[in-house]
């Protein structure tokens, strides 16, 4: 399908030309056969870009990778699932740098030059044997096959219940250049940003300098619009690497090449971030909330997150209950300078609230707009022209099950 300028095309993070990676079991995830290990490797040096967690308490993969990122082009990433390598201490800094090195010695890349990614269970030591066996046999597994993709996308998963990949192709400068991406999150998802991992690669010629301003335009519409639960974790990453393999004239400038590019971009945050939410722990509904008529975006946000983050509108989601006055109980508490009088709320296009008083409204109707399994909030705040979206999922008794038993 083409819209816009963007094709959506297969392959996930190996559509882009230049690029291979595997996905292997190494023995850290409890599940039999589960893989736990990937590996992406640029066949070049690679332009880099990454946007991290925002929590102060940050696991030693995200302290590494600051750091290797000051310092140019990378070679790929590796990544484990099933411990995080988060609050290990120094024992964890020599971890994630030993796998850095590894990956880049069996690659035959410079030192250093590896990203690392790991997300899973916090305080726990890596079994770092486990792993340099599992980098050592990615290594050998490198390809560019659908196998290989699925491999991978699997291989990041803790408790997601399906694998989450999106490519799309664009033209760049009568090029064309593709993008693509997997990802993993399904709990601890919330804004600033959502608990999540992710990788995409491009084959697009592009300036550093803009691949981090579109990195980082693109994760404020999209990897910070999402929440599963409110909670942001230590490990939190997003990657993306320019192999520069389509030939296009290099982005060195704003334009229409970097306006393609970015919303090329844009078309894989969206699709795997909406990805993640659908995926979300004990989830039965993806909700969209939009906000409109606000005065500025970040007003506008601000609601929604509101009310995207809220128990009592998320667990009346979950039972299909129409009790909208908690949505816009929700608004009111944001922190924005709400007007009830002004605001008009619809779900699922079915009007509930306006002008401070609910909408005549049939009780068969009220529950009708409720009953899909997705549903579309849209609160007007009657303030101006600015808008937001966030979107999240319903609280399930399921959700409190998979979190209380997570560590045992």
């Not at 997300?119 to 792993?131: M, N």
């Amino acid at each position: 399908m083409k819209r816009n300028g963007i094709q959506r095309i297969p392959g996930g993070v190996i559509a882009a030309k230049g690029f291979r990676c595997a996905g292997v079991r190494c023995g850290i995830k409890t599940r039999a056969g589960a893989p736990d290990l990937g590996l992406i490797l640029s066949e070049r040096p690679a332009v880099a870009a990454a946007v991290f967690t925002t929590n102060r308490v940050q696991a030693a993969p995200v302290l590494f990778d600051r750091e290797i990122l000051k310092h140019g082009p990378v070679r790929g990433v590796v990544v484990n699932a099933g411990n995080a390598n988060a609050c290990t201490g120094l024992k964890g800094l020599r971890d994630a740098r030993r796998m850095s090195q590894l990956a880049a010695e069996c690659a035959g890349a410079a030192p250093g030059r590896f990203l690392v990614a790991s997300t899973g269970i916090i305080g726990v030591p890596l079994p770092l044997a486990r792993v340099e066996s599992g980098i050592r046999d990615a290594a050998t597994r490198l390809g560019r096959t659908p196998a290989h993709a699925d491999a991978i996308a699997r291989a990041i998963m803790t408790t997601d219940l399906v694998p989450k990949a999106a490519a799309v192709a664009v033209r760049v400068g009568g090029k064309a250049v593709r993008i693509g991406g997997i990802a993993k999150g399904s709990g601890m998802l919330a804004p600033n940003m959502a608990t999540m991992l992710c990788f995409i690669t491009t084959d697009c010629a592009i300036r550093a300098t803009l691949l981090r301003r579109a990195l980082r335009e693109t994760v404020g519409q999209t990897f910070n619009r999402i929440t599963v639960d409110g909670d942001c974790s230590t490990n939190d990453t997003v990657a993306v690497l320019a192999s520069a393999a389509a030939g296009n004239p290099p982005v060195e400038r704003t334009g229409p090449g970097f306006r393609a590019f970015r919303d090329g971009l844009l078309a894989v945050a969206e699709e795997l971030s909406q990805a993640l939410v659908r995926d979300g722990e004990g989830a039965s509904r993806f909700v969209e909330i939009s906000v409109t008529g606000a005065r500025s975006e970040s007003e506008a946000a601000r609601v929604a997150r509101s009310v995207a983050t809220s128990p009592l509108v998320k667990c009346a989601i979950n039972g299909g209950d129409p009790n909208w006055g908690r949505i816009i109980c929700a608004a009111g508490y944001s922190g924005a300078a709400v007007e009830p009088e002004r605001m008009r709320l619809w779900i699922n296009g079915q009007m509930l609230f306006r002008n401070g008083m609910p909408a005549a409204v049939p009780r068969e109707k009220l529950v009708a707009c409720m009953k899909p399994k997705e549903i579309r909030v849209r609160l007007d705040l009657g303030r101006g022209r600015r808008r937001a979206r966030v979107w999240t999922c319903d609280l399930s008794k399921e959700y409190v099950s998979i979190n209380a038993d997570y560590h045992t």
